[in-house]
């Protein structure tokens, strides 16, 4: 084994062991006594998932009417909501995470919504798929946190259809809100703990450039608003009472310069 290939599997496995720790949407569990994995603590961070983010909820109930019956792969697919979003519009699903305690929940998510899906451990990197194996390939905040984003673009590109559609929501952006905040506000973003050991902030140029290959390719600038933290202590008083009201008094044009997030949608 090469230094370099030693160096990605180290960085891979921090990876795994921070999101196997914090599975993503578990940081929204404000009530304790809701068992982790039952189907009443998916509904308790439901809206959390889904309902905070209109675009995603949207983006799934406009395409998939058009795409039912069509092959969906979800790159990391985190405890499953938006998997089980697509399955409900009538796609078939397959999903891959790096973290096996979030396939273990996603699985635990699909099924208790009465629903399929084939998904399974496996990292953005290799993917465990041949070449245009999907009509579909749909990620949401993961690309950013893989160590070598531009290389899972290609393999979302690889095992792509030609024809097929992307949906890539989203990559983070480099002089954003969000941005300053977490360099200049040292306040991490995924859980108040800290950041997993990868987080990538881009520019609109730099994630166009990842997507050379694609065609139809679109770039849109969301997350323009700021939402409310259920977080405690000095500096969530600060970002609820103050940044966040004053901030959203913004007009959309201004405010959507400095959106923190960057979905693109093309085509193979």
């Keep these: 084994m090469t230094s370099a290939s030693a160096e990605t599997d180290s960085q891979l496995g921090d990876i795994r062991a921070y999101w196997d720790k914090n599975p993503l949407g578990t940081q929204f569990r404000v009530d304790p006594s809701v068992e982790v994995g039952s189907p009443e603590f998916f509904e308790h961070i439901r809206p959390h998932m889904t309902e905070r ?63 399929e899906a084939d998904l399974k451990p496996a990292s953005a990197l290799d993917l465990p798929f041949e070449d ?25 590109y690889r095992v792509l259809k030609p024809g097929g559609h992307a949906f890539i929501c989203h990559l983070y952006r480099r002089h954003s809100w969000m941005y300053y905040i977490s360099r200049y506000g040292r306040e991490p973003i995924e859980f108040k703990e800290g950041d997993p050991p990868v987080t990538v902030f881009y520019s609109v140029a730099e994630v166009e450039a990842m997507f050379d290959k694609f ?8 997350h323009y608003r700021a939402l409310k933290t259920l977080r405690k202590g000095p500096k969530a008083w600060l970002y609820n009472r103050i940044f966040r009201p004053v901030f959203n008094l913004l007009p959309t044009a201004i405010a959507k310069r400095l959106a923190y997030k960057i979905s693109v949608y093309a085509r193979k």
Excluded at 215 to 222: A, F, I, W
């Design 53 to 115: 983010f209109s675009w995603i909820v949207d983006l799934i109930r406009e395409n998939g009417p058009k795409l039912k019956g069509r092959s969906l792969l979800e790159i990391g697919c985190g405890m499953g909501f938006d998997s089980a979003a697509w399955a409900r519009e009538g796609l078939n699903v397959s999903g891959v995470d790096l973290s096996p305690q979030s396939v273990a929940l996603a699985r635990l998510n699909v099924q208790h919504s009465g629903l």
């Design 132 to 156: 245009e194996t999907f009509d579909v390939v749909y990620s949401r905040g993961v690309l950013h946190h893989t160590g070598d984003t531009p290389r899972a673009v290609a393999e979302a």
């Design 215 to 222: 065609k139809d390719v679109e770039t849109h600038l969301q």
